[in-house]
Nanobody, 124 residues
């Protein structure tokens, strides 16, 4: 069973940066696609970015230009570097994984495995 554990969330002032981590207790083959999603209070969960086993990545419009997604394949750990954070970035950030890299990899329905989330709060 694949398990994902996020960390790195916290409170930061507007304009600041945070780096989220997601440790996967699974092989890279079991988590060929990994992604970050977020859900703000009262809003639908939305994609942030995804990356596959060969390093191909996709960024959603939600934070494009302010985030970098990366993976350490030896540790099978996913990262999300977030810069120039805004109060509207305040949300619970979730890591997700799938065995396959799909065409619509930023759709949450394509991800069967989810972490518990890490809270990011951006203050003005």
């Amino acid at each position: 069973e694949v398990q994902l554990v996020e960390s790195g969330g916290g409170s930061v002032e507007s304009g600041g940066s945070l780096r989220l981590s997601c440790s996967a207790a699974a092989s890279v083959d079991e988590t060929r696609a990994m992604g970050w999603f977020r859900q703000a209070p009262g809003k639908m969960r939305e994609a942030v970015a995804a990356i596959n086993a060969d390093g191909t990545s996709k960024l959603a419009d939600s934070m494009r230009g302010r985030v970098t997604i990366s993976r350490d394949y030896a540790k099978n750990t996913l990262y999300l570097q977030m810069n120039s954070l805004k109060p509207e970035d305040t949300a619970m950030y979730y890591c997700a994984a799938d065995r396959k890299w799909r065409k619509n990899t930023l759709l949450e329905v394509n991800y069967p495995v989810w972490g518990q989330g890490t809270q990011v709060t951006v203050t003005s």
